[in-house]
């Protein structure tokens, strides 16, 4: 017999939201220790900048921000693909980040002892 459970409550779910914002927030004030409380310690990045991949340990996001600042006028929409217990998958539609840039962005999130971090950051810059 098939059981019927729902096996993600809807605090994951406010939680997953709540750490992705965490980032964006991070990027808007500019400051790292914003920033961080978002991503796992191991976390990492890729993606296409000027045509060049770029990527690596998540300090080279850090890096980005402390040499460029506050992205005051950056504008977001966060959607949850996918959600396990454990796992998340979430898309972060950018504009107008510190530099002008949009971008989309691919998170994948893990939950490890009751709390949501960002592991992976996979993300598309739109470039003139």
Known sequence: MSKNLKTVSTDDYDAVVATVQA???????????????????????????????????????????????????VRTRIDILAITPTTAVVRVDMEKDVIGLDYTDFHSLLKQDGTWRIIAKVYHAYED
């Open 23 to 73: 980032y964006v927030d991070g990027l808007k004030s500019g400051r790292v220790t914003d920033l961080s409380k978002a991503f796992h310690g191991d976390a990492v990045m890729y993606g296409f900048t000027n045509g060049a991949l770029m990527g690596g340990p998540i300090t080279n996001l850090y890096d980005f921000v402390e040499k460029n600042g506050k992205a005051t006028e």
